[in-house]
């Protein structure tokens, strides 16, 4: 079990380049008790939620597609994006030398348990596929 200040402390280090790469802002951080955390960057057009149910142990990332300037709905699978369905369009698309760079570029992040090992497996995967969101989400 994970407490709330230090998923949202983890994850802020791990997924900062959110915000230093891609110019996304903090939009918010919410703890609901033990059971529940979320954290939520936002640009012009998409807000990337990385969120985690405690007692299920149940931790995804999502991109939703804002229209017109809202959340789409959760079951619009356009406009709802998961990380592994992103993971499974472009993770094929690329070769060797883009996963090396994009190891390097974490190699100054150390995870000290199973969890943060998640956290810092999917921070890699999801700036990989911000590098190229654009080239798939038309």
Do not use: W
Not at 49 to 72: A, G, K, R, T
């Amino acid at each position: 079990m994970i407490e709330g200040k230090q998923f949202i402390s983890t994850v802020e280090k791990y997924f900062n380049f959110i915000i230093s790469e891609y110019s996304f802002t903090l939009l918010k951080e919410k703890i609901s008790g033990n059971a529940y955390y979320d954290v939520q960057y936002r640009d012009k057009t998409r807000i990337i939620s990385v969120s985690y149910e405690n007692i299920e142990d149940y931790f995804l990332v999502i991109i939703y597609i804002l229209q017109d300037n809202n959340l789409p709905s959760y079951d619009d699978k356009t406009k709802t994006l998961h990380l592994n369905l992103l993971n499974s369009i472009i993770l094929p698309l690329l070769d060797n030398d883009e996963i090396k760079l994009n190891n390097i570029f974490f190699t100054n992040f150390f995870a000290n348990n199973e969890f943060e090992k998640r956290l810092l497996k999917s921070a890699k995967e999801l700036r990989i596929c911000l590098n190229h969101f654009d080239e798939i989400i038309k």
